[in-house]
Each structure stands twice: as structure tokens, then as C-alpha cells.
């Protein structure tokens, strides 16, 4: 029983003592909420300090067998990719917690416990290294998202729900089909050892590699989203609540492109290759369309769920341009935008309370009226639209040039996208927060509380860390990645297209 | 053959399990004259004991393993499995339907003993290693179900429901005794390992379009016990008119016992010409999930929806058959295990919430169940997310066994379409669970009744065994493994 077991059990047990708890006492269910989210944000801080920088392979092992035939274990571990993004889980949890104080009123001890099942199940995904435990906590995560949209949504929430449940469970089927297919053929579920079957040989798709591939590829690709399969998305971030909306943005997109690095690349190398102009296309398509159709979004819930479909191409472009500098900078944007579109979910939930509209009509000189809340508004508009010294910045910069390395004509495209971020953001930001003071806006948009203040701090603080000293960060992940550019060297089957052949170099280089 | 006259006292050991169900089962009835108005209540409570005291029975039975009656019958590890599945079964039955049958104003000796009787046949069936012995079980295990299907005689629907149950089940038992009687015409035979044997014989086999025949006709009539496609036309129509708990018990175990037979004869009767037999398998399994699922989106009564659902698992364990494997064997085991903890579960709820006459019935009429009655939404929800195959339950490392199997079987489109299907059929789950949970109750909700002891029993008790199985599936699937051998 490590660091990573107690972080992992924090949550579940939190679930269980809530279900446990009296339904009426709304005070202590909220206070253990934060009390249980809390005490996982602290261990798993612990892991940040544990965690050997040098030294190689996964660390925080625990390898139990869980089903003897067929030969499941239950086998957690991190490395620098996952390390990051367990504790983005972590630290959103408790702030999603403080947002839902006041805002959920009903059923409010349901709600509660779905969030830390909820918090189980994405700490799990990027733990494990089993692919079997993998899938259960994919699958595991997908139903208190389903209940925290369609029980605490607003009008159209049962539709989001449907959509998003079975978009996500039907495009995984395909990659259980694989996983099972995977372990007939390998004899194991356990990740490394898959791997090292891979680059030694013993273990060979053939002509399936590609089928395979895809499976594993269009389960993730729905859940980053990828354009054309990102339509469930808009509808489940503009009618979920906050809590779920900043979940829903943050980390689980980020099962996605976690998913795309950890699995795609290094188990199905040739086949990766060989897809990465079709999917680096399709990546810039959704940098640009979800820009464009963010600009004309009348609700800014929209306005944000749109952006992170243009965000997010960044991350899958930077994952397919196979350079070290690409694939660091796609992981650091995948954390940016989780503390950034985070941020913005949370702010814009903050206005949602005071004003109880999402149409961006509706406002207008929220400056003069809550000075700071449109300050932090501002920062965090900043970042996200890649502002030096703040966090996006340092992402984008490493994608375009990892993608210019590979084929210049994507990172000009691509960079297309961070100009238009800057229009939608910096209009949306005009309309909303300058011009003339609504009576409405001025009677009930107040400034922050200590409550609210507690749960956006520790956000703005992140933003500037993460901009202005990225040291802190890059340096594990960029041995993780590196680990996983070198696994897709090998083994290569597929007709590799001209550019990836200069992400070599770059790889040995670094 | 060599006859052997007298029986051993073992032989009557390994037959206990069925002598105690048809001994209570008789003397409830005569036990019906005195109990009737005095304790109703006795009557569930006797057939409780006995279904409990029949497997204790066939776990005794198991440590001494081996034929019985001049190889009539045969206690092994698949036998003894099947015994225990379909007594419990019955327990969780009679749990359902203390309540029911009181509202229905409907308590009397006939329900438990015919329930029993039907039991007795299906542990008879199970256990069965010959033909006519296998015919005799499923009939007395029919016949007593075609009478429960009809129990509320006074009620349109179970008329009905148990008119079409018999007249459409008495052709299809015809079928399967034709096919018995070709077999036997062409091998000489009626005991299983036998007619493998003569089957397997090299030169000597009789002429396979004949045997061929044979297994097609089985198949017709196994295929409507088990509701597969496209046999499966009277399944929704019998499922909503029976009454609730007795439509669970047909969904769970009526059905387990008829895949255990199915298993067996085409996992050892029939395995020498599997390569003939299983494109019939597989095109069966892929139009029952197809058509279950695909006529279940459109439903809007909950037993109507359970009925095409049960379908479509039928179609799922198929697949598994369609393996024709040891492992394929073991899974189809697991997964009707897991199926029917989480089916009669879903009945128990139906039967509780359908109210007087069997009035609420609608998906509809869930409106807002988890702010009316928050412990049955939340087993109900259990129940359904077992049955989409959501991970931790029994649901879905069932599915996972037998889709695994079958790519061990090089089934590749059949566990992709097969998958593909269990996310159409996520869709009409979570409607329900929909409906339960993000709906607000409707304003002329009939007020709930609180749930009784036994309905309480026939929830929990389902839906622990759901979760045992999906996190700790190893137990029962390590059984499973072991007494999938048959005895050839």
C-alpha cells in the first residue's frame, strides 16, 4: 500500500461515507466532501515530492492480482505523463466542491458522493497499467458524469446526458474489443510487458495493427474531441452544471489525449504513423472550425466549450507530430488547459450564479460592478488565449514548433487558431465585463466571496506558475515522452510520409 | 446397455435435490386445505425451505459426483452449478411474490407447488444425460409454467400470455421430440455420450444430412426455450401478460435450464458435427441481440422492454455457444448466472412498483422513483447498469467472458456487431434510468408502498450478488471453469 493506493482509496471511501451519511445534514455532507477531496489533494502532493525525477520507469508500483483467469491485476503506477494529471484531478476536485457549496441545492448529498466516485475514477485511469483496469475505471468514470449532467443540469440536460453516455460507451466497445483481442494474442493485460513484447518482436499485429489502431483511436478521439466527433461536447458543458462542466473540460477530455499518447503511439507505432497527416489534419480542422463557431456563440458556456475543441486540436496535433518538442508541448497544454479552461468554466459559473443566464447579452459593465471577479476574468482570459508569462503560451509555443518540425504548413495553419482565440476571448470579454452597467447586472452581480476566492486562487496561481517557470513541470514529462517517441520507433510497418523521418533527429537530438 | 435393476442408495443421493421439490410440492397441495385461510403466508415459507433444503441437496450431491440410474442422469460440476442457479432462483421467486400475490388477493398452495414442480423439472433437466429424460424435465418444467403464465385466471392478459405459451411451446416440444426420435432412428441411441460416440465412429456414422436434421430440429425447439431468434415472436407477449414475479422466474430460470441442455446436448451430442451446426448458431445470436435491442428502443412497458431485452441476452449467451469451446462453455455459464441475479432484481422492482391489478407498467410510471423511494431507485439503477455492461458488475464481466471467448473462437464480426449492439442497447437502460432519476414525479403518482421484508430480501439480495460478481467474478467463474467438462 503506497502514496498512490491511499490517493486512489481517499475518493472511494469518501463515496461510501457519504452514501452512509443522513441526508439532511447538508452542512456535514459538504464538509466531508471538502474534507475527503482535500486529503487526496494532499497525498497525492505528496507523490509530486516522492517522485524520483531521474529515475527510470514507473514509480508508486503496486501490482496485485485481481482475477487469476483471465490474468487481471490490479496494477497502478505513474510516470511523468500520468503524475501531472492525477493531480490536476486531485486539486479541481476540492474546487469543485467549493463552487457547488451554494450553487447545488437539491439532492445534495447524491451529488457529493458522484463527485468523488467520480474523482475515483479518473485518478484510476491515469494510474493504471493494466489494460483491463485501464477500461474499468474509463467505464467507471463515464457514470457519475452521466448523473451529474442529467440530475443537475439545466433545461436540456437529459439530451446532453443520453449523448454524452452513449457517444463515449459506444466508441468504446470497439477499444474492449481490442483490449480483448490484444490479450488473446499477448497472454497479459500488463502495459510494459505489451511493450516490450512489441519492441522485441515476440508480439506482432500484422495487418491488424491498423484495425486495431483505430479501435483504440476513435474511443479516444470522441472523448478529446476530435472534429467530426466532437458534437456531444458543446451540448454536455452547456448543460451541465459547473462542477461538472470544469470535470467534464479539465480531466476527462484529457482520458483522451492521455489515452492517445500512453496507447495509440506506443502500441500501434506503424499504424500511428501512417495515420498522423489524416489525423494532424483533422486536428487543425477542429483548431480553426472550433474557433470559428466560438466566435458567433451567443452563451458563453458555448463560447468556452467551443474553444476547448480548438484547444484540445493543439494537443492531438502536437501528440501526431512525433517530435519530442511537440509531444511535451501537447502533455503541458493538456494540463494548461485544465487549469485555464477550468478557470473559465468556474468564473463563468460565478456569473451564472448572479445574473442566472448564460447569454452573454445579458451583461455588460460587470467591471464596474465586480471589479475583481473581472480582474481574475481578465488573467484568465489572457492565458487562455496564450498570453507570454502565462501558462497556454508555453504549451502552444512547444506545439507549433514541434508541428513546424514535422510539416511547416501545419504549424501555419494551426497558428491561425491562437489568432482567432484572441478575437473570441477578448470580444467575449468586452462584451461581458465593459459598456454600459445593466440595471440588472448592477442589482445582482456582487463581487467574489472568500469562498469563491478560495476556489479561483489556486487556479490564477497555477497560470502564472506554469508560465513563468514551466522548469517545474517539463522535465518529467519530457522523459516520459521521450520513453514513449522511442517505442514508436520501432517496428514500423507502415509507409512512413516524409515528415515524421525529421522527428527522428529531433527525438535523438534532445 | 447393461440394466442395472436396483438402484444404489447414492444413486438416490445424487437424485435428493428433485425428491425433496416434488415431495413439498405435493404436500402443499394437500397441505392447501388447511393452510388456506389460516397462513397464507406458510405456503412461501415451506417452499423456501425446500428450495434452500434442494440446494443444500445438490451441493451433497456434488461430493459424490457420478451417474445415476443406469446413466439417466449424471451429477457433475455443470449439473450441480445449473441446480443450485435455478433453486435460487425459485427462493428469490417466492421472496417476489409474497407481496404480489397477497395484493392480488391470489395466495394459495397451486402457485408454490406448480413453482416447485417447475423447479424440480428444470433441476431434472440440468442434470439429465439422455434424450428422454431431458424431454421428461423440460416438460414437467413447461407444462407447470404454462399454468403459472396463467395463474390470475381472471386477468385478459395472462389468459392470453398463457394460451400462446402453450399452444406455441407444445409445437415446439413437438419439434424437439422429432428430432429426438430421428436420432434415435439413426444411431440407436438416446443417451448423449452414446450418440457422441456413434457420431464420432469414422466410417460407421450414419448419414449426416439425417443427424443434420436431427440437430436443426432440436435447435427449433431449444431456440423458443430460450426466446433466441427467430423463435422468439410469443417472448414479449407471454413476458408482460404472466404475472410479474412468474415472468422473472420464466426470464431467469426457465431460460438458464434451457441454455443448460442446449449446452449439453450440442457441447457433446452434437460436438463431432459442430462444424455443420454453428453458422445456424451464430446467425441465431447475432438477429436475437439485433432484434431484441433494435424492438426494445421503442417500448414504453417496462415488462414488454425487459422481454426484448431478455431477448437480446439470449442472443448474447448464443455467442457464446457460437464458440463451441470449453471457455465459451464456462462463460455461457457465468453470464447466465450474472443474468439472472440481475434480471428477477429488475422483476422484483417491476412487481413492487406495478401496483393492484398490474396497473403501473409504464416507463413513465418511474417518474421521479428516486425522490419517491431512493433505496429502489438506487438497486434498480444497479440492476440496469449491470445489463448495459457497465464495468464492477456482473453484467459486464459476463459480456466480457463471452465476447472474449469468442474471439478466441476467431469470431471477430460477431463480437464486434455483438458489441456494437450492447451500446444500442445502453440507449433503453438508460431511459429508465432517465426516467427514475432526472424526471420529477408525476403529480398523480400513486403513493408507494413501502417495500415489504420479502421484496426488501428479493432486491438486496440480487443486487450484493450483481456487485460480488463484478468485483470479484473469480469465484463463481473458477467453478464455472471446472465444470464446463462434460462427461462424454
Known sequence: MNLLDIVLAI???????????????????????????????????????????????????????????????????????????????????????????????????????FLLLLEFGLTGVFAAQDLFLFYVFWEVSLVPMYFLIGIWGHERRIYAALKFFLYTFAASVLMLTAIIYIYNHAGTFNYSEILAMISSGRLSFGRNEMLLFLAFFVAFAVKVPLFPLHTWLPDAHVEAPTAGSIMLASVMLKMGTYGLVRFCLPMFPGAARACAP????????????????????????????????????????GIFSFTQIGMDGAVYQMLNHGISTGALFLLVGYLYDRRHSLAIADYGGVAAAAPWLSTIFLVTT??????????????????????????????????IGVILSACYMLWLYQRVFYGETHDQVRDHVFDLKPREWAAVAPLIVMMVWMGMYSQSFLPVVGKTTARILDQTQVNVQFQVHGAPGVSTEVARAR | MPVNVAPAGIEYVRFLPEIILIVTGTLLMVLDVMLRDRAPQAYGHISIVALLGAMAASVIANSSPGPAFSNLMVVDGFATFFRVLVTGVGVLTVLSSYRFL???????????????FSVAGQCVMVS?????????????????????????????????????????GSFATAFFLYGIAVVYGMTGYTSLTAIRAALSAGPSTPPPVFIGVAAALMF?????????????????????????????????????????????????????????????????????????NFA????????????????????????????????????????????????????????????????????????????????????????????????????????????????????????????????????YYLRILVVMYFREPAEAAPQLEPLSAGLRAALVIPAVGTLLLGIFPAWVLDFAGKSSVFVR
Open chain 2, 128 to 168: 439429465a444425460n439422455e434424450l428422454i429424460m431431458i424431454f421428461i424435465g423440460l416438460e414437467i418444467s413447461s407444462i407447470s409454467s404454462y399454468v403459472l403464465a396463467g395463474y390470475l385466471r381472471d386477468d385478459k392478459r395472462a389468459n392470453e400470455a398463457a394460451l400462446k405459451y402453450f399452444l406455441l
Open chain 2, 102 to 116: 397477497q395484493r392480488e388477493g391470489a395466495e394459495a398452495g397451486e402457485f408454490h407447488a406448480l413453482l416447485l
Open chain 1, 382 to 415: 489572457l492565458a487562455s488565449i496564450g498570453l507570454p508569462t502565462l501558462n497556454n503560451y508555453v504549451g502552444e509555443f512547444l506545439v507549433l514548433q514541434g508541428a513546424a518540425l514535422a510539416n511547416f504548413r501545419w504549424a501555419v495553419f494551426a497558428s
Open chain 2, 296 to 427: 426494445a428502443l421503442t417500448q414504453s412497458n417496462i415488462k414488454r422492454l425487459l422481454a426484448y431485452s431478455s431477448i437480446a441476452h439470449a442472443g448474447y449467451v448464443l455467442v457464446a455457444l457460437a464458440a463451441r469451446s470449453q471457455v465459451g462453455t464456462a462463460a455461457a455459464m457465468f453470464y447466465l448466472a450474472a443474468y439472472a441475479l440481475m434480471n428477477l432484481g429488475a422483476f422484483a422492482v417491476v412487481a413492487h412498483l406495478s401496483g393492484k391489478g398490474e396497473r403501473f407498467l409504464s416507463v413513465d410510471d418511474f417518474a421521479g422513483l428516486a425522490e419517491r423511494q431512493p433505496l429502489t431507485a438506487a438497486l434498480l439503477s444497479i440492476f440496469l447498469l449491470s445489463l448495459i455492461g457497465v464495468p464492477l458488475t456482473g453484467g459486464f464481466f459476463g459480456k466480457f467472458y463471452i465476447f472474449k471467448a469468442a474471439l478466441d473462437s476467431h469470431l471477430v464480426w460477431l463480437t464486434v456487431l455483438g458489441l456494437l449492439n450492447s451500446a444500442v442497447a445502453a440507449y
Open chain 2, 220 to 292: 427449433v425447439g431449444l431456440g423458443f426455450k430460450v426466446s433466441g431468434a427467430p423463435f422468439q415472436i410469443w417472448a414479449p407477449d407471454v413476458y408482460q401478460g404472466a404475472p410479474t414475479p412468474v415472468t422473472g422466474f420464466m426470464a431467469t430460470g426457465a431460460k438458464a435450464a434451457a441454455f443448460a441442455i442446449f449446452l449439453r446436448i450440442f457441447m457433446t451430442a452434437f460436438e463431432p458435427i459442430s462444424g455443420e451446426w454453428w453458422p445456424l448458431v451464430w446467425a441465431s445470436a447475432l438477429m436475437s441481440m439485433t432484434i431484441g
Open chain 1, 278 to 317: 489524416w489525423i494532424a489534419v483533422l486536428a487543425i480542422i477542429g483548431i480553426i472550425y472550433g474557433a470559428l463557431v466560438a466566435m458567433v456563440q451567443p452563451n458563453m458556456k458555448k463560447l468556452v466549450a467551443y474553444s476547448s475543441v480548438s484547444h484540445l486540436g493543439f494537443v492531438v496535433l
Open chain 1, 11 to 113: 475518493p472511494l471511501i469518501g463515496f461510501m461515507v457519504l452514501l452512509l451519511a443522513p441526508r439532511a445534514s447538508h452542512a456535514a455532507i459538504r464538509g466531508l466532501a471538502l474534507g475527503f477531496s482535500l486529503a487526496a489533494f494532499v497525498a497525492s502532493l505528496g507523490l509530486a515530492f516522492q517522485f524520483q525525477t531521474n529515475a527510470p520507469g514507473e514509480q508508486f508500483v503496486t501490482d496485485l492480482v485481481w482475477i487469476v483467469s483471465p490474468n487481471i491485476h490490479y496494477h497502478v503506477a505513474l510516470d511523468g505523463l500520468s503524475l501531472w494529471l492525477v493531480i490536476l484531478s486531485t486539486l479541481l476536485t476540492p474546487i469543485c466542491v467549493l463552487v457547488s457549496w451554494q450553487s447545488i441545492q437539491k439532492r445534495i448529498k447524491e451529488f457529493f458522493a
